[in-house]
Structures are given as structure tokens and as C-alpha cells.
């Protein structure tokens, strides 16, 4: 059971705008910065969003990201095959002194 | 080019123990706080531990706390996972991930990974 919730799957159209949600607490999401991580297919991660919603350079502005309260949203528009992977969300949780992740949600493009 | 790679993985019985390496390479690697993070077989990522620079503050999930061990060398560039008393549910890719900066707590950022290291746990 994750400390974050994300939605175990996401889907829409190519070309279409998908987001995908990451809820937490006051002691992770509420106080802390959120990061997101794309997973293609047997591949390592990658980090999409840091700092709650800047990219590193090299990503996409199709990707974006944003932060209320405790909870945080990863939003990905002109979808293309190429973003079908896992995504997940990262962050501190101040309680547990750990670094926690969210369960992962899949996209799929159809 | 930032690189990161893994070694040590392996086959071991229950209870045995793997000692794991992450050589880095590309960046200044005593400036930054570097993690280990596993995924088990079609399962989720899973944070296992972290350390920041010259070892000053180490932490753990509690699924490994007092049986791995985090350590590093910055004169070797290398990151280490020293896991015991292995369990079946250890079973996973390992891998080994830079943080942008030197800081873990409140501001994890992990933007370089390596491609993993297999460790199986089995009889």
C-alpha cells in the first residue's frame, strides 16, 4: 500500500491531453517538493518534473506539472505512442523520514 | 555524460548477502546525495535508501532498515548497498539514482539512474 495514490491506469487518444493525479498528506505532498518519473517499457526511469513543476532540459514541454494542497498532477498534452510507459510520483514524507513513492499509474495510448 | 552503473547482483539463498556497487562517472560525485531504488518483478518502483555527501546523514525505508546498509566512497565514486539477512520479497532490479543536489530530505530529485543490477533470492 502506497503513502501516495495515484490511479493504476490512464488512457486517451493520440494527440489528446491526459493528466494523472497524486494524492498524499500534510507530511508528504503538503510540505514537501513532488518529482514524476516516466518508465518506458524495460527501461530505467526518467526523471519528467522536479521541484514540483520544472522540467530538466531535454523534457518536452508537453509535459507539465502542478502542486495543490496534498495533493499533485502530472499533465501530459499532444499524446503520442511514445509516452506509453509507467509514471510515478515521488516525494518526502517528513513522518516517516523516507523518500516515498506513488504507486505508478499506466498510459496508454490508443 | 553522467553514468551510473551497477554491480553485484546475483542469485542467493534466504538469508544470505550481496554487497552492491554503483560507479559513477561525469559528475562531481561528492557534491551530490545519491539513493538506491528497487523494482520487484511487474511491481512498482520502491525507494530503498539514500545518502547525502561524505556519508553525513543516511536513511532507509522500513522494509530494510537494520538489515542494509548504505555507504560511499567519493574517493572511488562509488555507492554501495550492503544487504542482509535477504528475504524472498528482496527479490528486484536494483537501482542506483543521483540526486540534483546534495540535499535528500524535502527536496528528492533523482536525474540520473543507472539501467539496474538483479538480485533473486531464492533456494
Known amino acids: 500500500q502506497s503513502v501516495l495514490t495515484q490511479p493504476p491506469s490512464v488512457s486517451a487518444a493520440p494527440g489528446q491531453k491526459v493528466t494523472i493525479s497524486c494524492s498524499g498528506s500534510s507530511s508528504n505532498i503538503g510540505n514537501n517538493h513532488v518529482s514524476w518519473y516516466q518508465q518506458l517499457p524495460g527501461t530505467a526511469p526518467k526523471l519528467l518534473i522536479h521541484?514540483?513543476?520544472e522540467r530538466p532540459s531535454g523534457i518536452p514541454d508537453r509535459f507539465s506539472g502542478s502542486k495543490s494542497g496534498t495533493s499533485a498532477t502530472l499533465g501530459i498534452t499532444g499524446l503520442q505512442t511514445g509516452d506509453e510507459a509507467d509514471y510515478y510520483c515521488l516525494t518526502w514524507d517528513s513522518s516517516l523520514s523516507a523518500v516515498v513513492f506513488g504507486g505508478g499509474t499506466k498510459l496508454t495510448v490508443l | 555524460e553522467v553514468q551510473l552503473l551497477e554491480s553485484g547482483g546475483d542469485l542467493v539463498q534466504p538469508g544470505g548477502s550481496l554487497r552492491l556497487s554503483c560507479v559513477a562517472s561525469?559528475?562531481?560525485?561528492?557534491?551530490?546525495?545519491m539513493t538506491w531504488v528497487r523494482q520487484a518483478p511487474g511491481k512498482g518502483l520502491e525507494w530503498v535508501s539514500a545518502i547525502t555527501p561524505g556519508g553525513g546523514a543516511t536513511y532507509y525505508a522500513d522494509s530494510v532498515r537494520g538489515r542494509f546498509t548504505i555507504s560511499r566512497d567519493d574517493s572511488k565514486n562509488t555507492l554501495y548497498l550492503q544487504t542482509n539477512s535477504l528475504r524472498a520479497e528482496d527479490t528486484a532490479i536494483y537501482y542506483c539514482?543521483?540526486?540534483?543536489?546534495?540535499?535528500?530530505?524535502?527536496?528528492?530529485?533523482?536525474?540520473?539512474w543507472g539501467q539496474g543490477t538483479l538480485v533473486t533470492v531464492s533456494s
Open positions: 521541484d514540483n513543476y
Open positions: 561525469g559528475f562531481t560525485f561528492s557534491n551530490h546525495a
Open positions: 539514482a543521483k540526486d540534483r543536489g546534495s540535499v535528500i530530505v524535502a527536496v528528492p530529485d533523482f536525474d540520473c
